[in-house]
Nanobody, 121 residues
Framework: QVQLVESGGGLVQAGGSLRVSCAAS????????MGWYRQALGKQRELVGT???????TYADSVKGRFTISRDNAKNTVYLQMNSLKPEDTAVYYC???????????????WGQGTQVTVSS
């Protein structure tokens, strides 16, 4: 069974940095696009950015120049490096895989459980 597990969240002061990770486990052959989303309290979930299996990235305007997404395909892991953090970046951060090929089938739209990031002012 495929699982996405985020780690690395926590509390950081404004202006600081944090890196969160998302590791996919299971009998995975390949993962297509992986993305990071976030949901602040009382708000809708929003896209932070995506990365293809080839390493091409996209970012929301609100995080461009501050956040960097990378991935290690050999480890089935995606990273979100967050710099110059602001209080408005406070949210639960979720990783997503739009399509996963396993030894037995394809899985679509997989989500991790989320990790809390809190930025204090």
């Amino acid at each position: 069974q495929v699982q996405l597990v985020e780690s690395g969240g926590g509390l950081v002061q404004a202006g600081g940095s944090l890196r969160v990770s998302c590791a996919a486990s299971g009998r995975i052959i390949r993962i297509n696009v992986m993305g990071w989303y976030r949901q602040a309290l009382g708000k809708q979930r929003e896209l932070v950015g995506t990365i293809t299996s080839g390493g091409s990235t996209t970012y929301a305007d609100s995080v461009k120049g501050r956040f960097t997404i990378s991935r290690d395909n050999a480890k089935n892991t995606v990273y979100l490096q967050m710099n110059s953090l602001k209080p408005e970046d406070t949210a639960v951060y979720y990783c997503n895989a739009d399509r996963i090929w396993t030894m037995t089938r394809q899985e679509y739209d997989y989500w991790g459980q989320g990790t809390q990031v809190t930025v204090s002012s």
